[in-house]
């Protein structure tokens, strides 16, 4: 019997059977995955085993001019360019699962297309007023849904969506609340089968594509310091999703960055002094949410903008409280928002040159 005792009291946790440590470790993060593969020879094999490293989206930039587009990829700090002849006369409105959603003006023609494959998905004409447009899943599934908000009058909003496969797109008009004004600077997301629309002065209309039902949420807009209201302020404000949760990001030139979560229990924004982990990246059009990247900031929000001849992309730290590099904040005042948007690559993009 102490035999026994003896032999259960010197057991550690480096005995503990393999297919236990792997559920163990491949729960952890992939900063506590690092830390535990240091622990012993043993543990380090377990944990490059189940090891989980993210692809981080790369910035795309759209020329002015000719058909030479560049990639930026913030954790490698490395540019890719390539020759996208298909894009010509296009303009971005949206990304998501690796696809880049386009509008020709001339022609009011619509299509999908995905870079790194060549593909195109073509879409029924449609004439937009304004590039804000959102889709819900990637365009290889059926599910895939397009929607985009229109200001009819201050009483009306007109709701446009198209499913893929569809030979033209459904317009209604609907109902609005007085404080929503639909424009150009909307925030369209797509969270838990909801298309949500955060409109210029902050307050959230939503569209249920099952019911076909629009409604503007009865919840404040976020509460912001005064300085906030600044010039340009508009362009600086950004919102995504991450896993169920509706996050908006509010910035004002040297001011830190402001973050809320939506509390659909409470009906408030509240105010989010840490990120857990995600690292959010802000782009006019579409914004993304990740975890588990490595070279990059957890905690962090990098912006759609690249210092120091490519060597860094701006972000802000909310662990350290401050912009990185240094004093390079975001100033909206002199940059296009369309430009650029930021697109999530193939987990393996060996052949993109």
Not at 192 to 203: D, E, I, P, Q, R
Not at 296 to 311: A, E, H, I, T, W
């Amino acid at each position: 019997m102490k035999e026994k005792k003896g032999k259960s009291e010197q057991q550690t946790w480096s005995d503990l059977p393999t297919e236990l440590l792997e559920l163990i470790v491949s729960r952890l993060t992939l900063e506590d995955n690092i830390r535990a593969s240091v622990v012993c020879k043993r543990w380090h094999s377990v944990a490059i085993s189940v090891r989980v490293v993210n692809q981080s989206p790369w910035l795309m930039y759209f020329p002015k001019y000719g058909n030479l587009y560049e990639f930026y990829d913030p954790s490698l700090r490395k540019m890719h360019s390539i020759e996208l002849p298909e894009l010509n006369g296009s303009r971005v409105c949206y990304t998501k699962d690796g696809w880049l959603l386009l509008y020709r003006p001339r022609s009011h023609r619509m299509f999908f297309f995905n870079p790194f494959t060549r593909e195109v998905i073509k879409l029924p004409r449609f004439e937009l007023t304004y590039q804000i447009v959102a889709f819900s899943c990637a365009p290889t599934s059926t599910s895939c849904m397009l929607l985009t908000v229109k200001h009819v009058s201050p009483t009306i909003v007109a709701v446009s969506t198209c499913h893929l496969g569809a030979t033209e797109w459904v317009t209604v008009n609907y109902q609005n609340r007085l404080p929503f004004v639909s424009s150009i600077w909307n925030k369209l997301v797509f969270c838990n089968g909801l298309f949500y629309c955060l409109s210029l002065t902050g307050w959230l209309g939503v569209f249920d594509p099952l019911e076909r039902t629009w409604s503007v949420l009865a919840v404040p807009p976020p509460k912001c310091p005064a300085n906030f209201v600044a010039k340009n302020w508009w362009k600086g404000k950004f919102m995504t999703e991450h896993k169920g949760e509706i996050l908006v990001t509010y910035t004002c030139s040297s001011e830190n960055p402001i973050m809320f979560k939506l509390d659909r229990m409470n009906m408030v924004w509240e105010e989010m002094k840490t990120l857990d982990g995600v690292i959010l990246f802000a782009s006019f059009l579409s914004s993304h949410s990740r975890t588990d990247l490595s070279g990059l900031m957890r905690n962090s929000v990098y912006f759609p903008k690249v210092r120091f001849y490519g060597k860094r992309c701006i972000s802000y730290s909310f662990d350290h409280c401050r912009y990185y590099p240094r004093k390079q904040f975001h100033d909206w005042e002199d940059q296009d928002p369309f430009e650029n948007i930021w697109i999530e690559p193939p987990q393996d993009f060996s052949s993109f040159t």
